[in-house]
């Protein structure tokens, strides 16, 4: 079943967050429960892949002003039926930034978000259940936007509320804080 590996890293995500029981159960219930989960054409929700992206101090996020959605967020996008939920975060970071390189800080899951995404065309409102990873970069930090953004920032991560009051962008930098950089200054 194409669908165990993303199980098993969901079912080894929840004792490590047992405050996000409720949406490591709703996650549970999608994967389990879709087949197509990977798949863009499943048109009420679909699997998406995103990065955390610091720099190579972990003192720094990159964020992209996202084109589509006029708003700061992390890297990603669609599985488009990959299975590797990390490949698929590895790959759309690399498209939106054309940092290289980057590397994950591990391959287990960092971040899980569901969140809607407002019809746009003939595509109707839709969740994105979005699997998100820790990425480093450790290289100059030099970017590229692509197409898919109106800007690129490396955002401090104590100015990251200049730039996002999103809730999940907050409780990743918490995260990082709290597993990478237990004594950040």
């Given amino acids: 079943m194409h669908r165990l590996s993303l199980l098993k890293s969901l ?3 929840a ?31 679909h699997l998406t892949g995103s990065a955390w992206i ?8 990159l ?3 996202h084109r589509k959605l006029g708003i700061w967020v ?9 299975p590797d939920v990390l490949a698929t ?10 940092l290289d390189p980057l590397t994950p800080v591990s391959n287990a899951i960092f971040d899980l978000d569901v969140h809607p995404i407002p019809p746009r065309g ?8 979005d699997v ?9 930090g030099h970017y590229q936007i692509s197409p898919e953004s109106h800007d690129l920032a490396w955002v401090p991560l104590e100015r990251l509320s200049e730039f996002s009051r999103d809730a999940s962008l907050h409780r990743m930098a918490r995260k990082w804080n709290e597993q990478y950089r237990p004594n950040p200054a």
């Fill in 11 to 13: 079912r080894a995500y």
């Fill in 15 to 45: 004792p490590l967050h047992p405050e996000e029981s409720g949406m490591v159960e709703r996650f549970l219930a999608f994967v389990e429960s879709e087949p197509d989960c990977f798949h863009r054409e499943l048109l009420h929700g």
């Fill in 54 to 61: 610091v720099n190579r101090s972990g003192d720094e996020v």
């Fill in 63 to 65: 964020l992209t002003h």
């Fill in 74 to 82: 992390q890297p990603g996008g669609h599985c488009d039926g990959d």
């Fill in 89 to 98: 975060a590895l790959r759309e970071a690399s498209e939106e930034s054309g």
């Fill in 122 to 129: 003939a595509e109707p409102a839709h969740l994105h259940w």
């Fill in 132 to 140: 998100r990873f820790a990425l480093r970069h450790d290289g100059p």
